[in-house]
C-alpha cells in the first residue's frame, strides 16, 4: 500500500480555472509534509512545509493545507507558468529519520 | 541561498564503464545528503544517505557495490554508477538539507543514458 496518494494524476485547467490538488497519506506518526513543484528534466522546487493539522501557508497563488489524513494545494487563478508536476512527500516522526516519501504527483497544465 | 548544485546534468555512456554525478551544496554545510532516482512517471525514491565522513546508508534493494557514494566534504558527495548497463539509465537527483525553513534542497538533477 502506497503511503503518499497523490489525486488526480494529471489535471488541465483554463487559465484563471482555480483548483485543488490532493494528497492523502497513510503514516503513524508524521514529522512533515512537504510540497514540490518539478520542471521537466529538473529537480523539486520547494514550495511549503506543513507540521500540524490545520495549518496552512501560501506563496503567491498557491495555498497548502494539512488535516490529519490529506493536503491539498489549492492554486488560485493560475497561469499557464504554473504548468508543472506538483510532488508531495512525507516524512515520517522518527528518531533520528529524515526519509521523505513521495507521491507520484499531479502533472498540471494550464491553457492560455 | 540554500543551493546545491549537481553536474553534470546529462551523461550518455557505453554499457560497462563508469559514470560519476557530483552534488555540492553550494552556501551552506551539509553533513547529510541524499541520493534519489526517478524513473519516468514515477515517484522519486530514495536509493541512500550520504554522510559526511562516514559509510552511506543504502536503501533495501541498491546494490552499494553498483553505486558508490562518497562524502568526502562537507560541501561535496558524489554518486559513481559503475559498471552501467542500459537499466541504470535514469534521471538521478541528489538533495541536502539547508535548514533556515528551506525544507529539503535538490539538485537539478542528472540523466543518465546508458547505450
Known amino acids: 500500500e502506497d503511503q503518499v496518494t497523490q489525486s488526480p494524476e494529471a489535471l488541465r485547467l483554463q487559465e484563471g480555472e482555480s483548483s485543488s490538488l490532493n494528497c492523502s497519506y497513510t503514516?503513524?506518526?508524521?514529522?512533515?509534509l512537504f510540497w514540490y513543484r518539478q520542471d521537466p528534466g529538473k529537480g523539486p522546487e520547494f514550495l511549503f512545509t506543513?507540521?500540524?493539522a490545520g495549518e496552512e501557508k501560501e506563496k503567491e497563488r498557491l495555498k497548502a493545507t494539512l488535516t490529519k489524513k490529506e493536503s491539498f494545494l489549492h492554486i488560485t487563478a493560475p497561469k499557464p507558468e504554473d504548468s508543472a508536476t506538483y510532488l508531495c512527500?512525507?516524512?515520517?516522526?522518527?528518531?533520528?529519520?529524515?526519509?521523505?516519501?513521495f507521491g507520484k504527483g499531479t502533472k498540471l497544465s494550464v491553457i492560455p | 541561498g540554500a543551493v546545491v548544485s549537481q553536474h553534470p546534468s546529462r551523461v550518455i555512456c557505453k554499457s560497462g564503464t563508469s559514470v560519476k554525478i557530483e552534488c555540492r551544496s553550494l552556501?551552506?554545510?551539509?553533513?547529510?545528503m541524499f541520493w534519489y532516482r526517478q524513473f519516468p512517471k514515477q515517484s522519486l525514491m530514495l536509493m541512500a544517505t550520504?554522510?559526511?565522513?562516514?559509510?552511506?546508508?543504502?536503501e533495501q534493494g541498491v546494490e552499494k557495490d553498483k553505486f558508490l557514494i562518497n562524502h568526502a566534504s562537507l560541501t561535496l558527495s558524489t554518486l559513481t554508477v559503475t559498471s552501467a548497463h542500459p537499466e541504470d539509465s535514469s534521471f538521478y537527483i541528489c538533495?541536502?538539507?539547508?535548514?533556515?525553513?528551506?525544507?529539503?534542497?535538490f539538485g537539478s538533477g542528472t540523466r543518465l543514458t546508458v547505450v
Open positions: 538533495s541536502a538539507i539547508p535548514g533556515g525553513g528551506y525544507g529539503y534542497t
Open positions: 503514516v503513524s506518526g508524521l514529522r512533515g
Open positions: 506543513l507540521y500540524s
Open positions: 512527500a512525507v516524512q515520517e516522526a522518527g528518531a533520528g529519520s529524515y526519509q521523505l516519501t
Open positions: 552556501d551552506f554545510q551539509a553533513t547529510t
Open positions: 550520504s554522510n559526511e565522513g562516514s559509510k552511506a546508508t543504502y
